[in-house]
């Protein structure tokens, strides 16, 4: 069955305390992972696409990489405004192709 | 440049009722795709609309449709709600098939839903 898991499903971080998020996989034909970040009350945003093994994308404090069978969101050195939970979605199959989201990562940053 | 608007933001149903919401998406996109989101499924994919036609589905009952109109702004309807049926439904539009390869999904901030 095609599957997407995040872990964990809360992260608690101090200010500062880095650490990984993980998206594994397992889908036939990958085209494509993607992770968002979503705020409470607001629809998720992207953040970074992933295509082959091997990949790596960063953003400011964030670094995603991709392995054939898992993604890791890194957060180096997070801040408060970190605060928020991590979606990813992984985009797979043949000529119409599908589109699964794992349930997300929850990560909380205290000061 | 706007952003992806749904509209109504809140609304309260109850058991038997049905309920619309609307999506309008960024200008020059020609694909909208729904989603629910709850707390114990995550995000599902329902359906997709790409210039006005159903594009994908997903595993949800047929009292879950929508439409797309020519102006590309997109309807969903659920008819004879259920409790369960309480949820975050969001629209995401993009430039092409939310399937295609490179796309980017731009999503809207939602319409929760709460079935009495």
């Known amino acids: 069955e095609d599957q997407v898991t995040q872990s964990p499903e809360a992260l608690r971080l101090q200010e500062g305390e880095s650490s990984s998020l993980n998206c594994s996989y397992t889908?036939?034909?990958?085209?494509?992972l993607f992770w968002y970040r979503q705020d409470p009350g607001k629809g998720p945003e992207f953040l970074f696409t992933l295509y082959s093994a091997g990949e790596e994308k960063e953003k400011e404090r964030l670094k995603a990489t991709l392995t054939k069978k898992e993604s890791f969101l890194h957060i180096t050195a997070p801040k408060p405004e970190d605060s928020a939970t991590y979606l990813c979605a992984v985009r797979y199959g043949g000529s119409q192709g599908n589109l699964i989201f794992g349930k997300g990562t929850k990560l909380s940053v205290k000061p | 440049k706007a952003g992806v608007t749904q509209t109504p933001r809140y609304l309260i149903k109850t058991r038997g009722q049905q309920v619309t919401l609307s999506c309008s998406p960024i200008s020059g996109h020609r694909s909208v795709s729904w989603y629910q989101q709850t707390p114990g499924q995550g995000l599902q994919f329902l359906f997709e609309?790409?210039?006005?036609?159903?594009?994908n589905k997903g595993n949800f009952p047929g009292r879950f449709s929508g439409r797309q109109f020519s102006n590309s702004r997109s309807e969903m309807n659920v008819s004879t709600l259920e409790l369960g049926d309480s949820a975050l439904y969001l629209c995401?539009?993009?430039?092409?098939?939310?399937?295609?390869?490179?796309?980017?999904?731009?999503f809207g901030a939602g319409s929760r839903l709460t079935v009495l």
């Open positions: 995401a539009s993009s430039r092409d098939g939310a399937f295609d390869g490179a796309n980017v999904l731009t």
């Open positions: 609309y790409f210039s006005e036609t159903q594009r």
């Open positions: 889908v036939s034909g990958l085209r494509g």
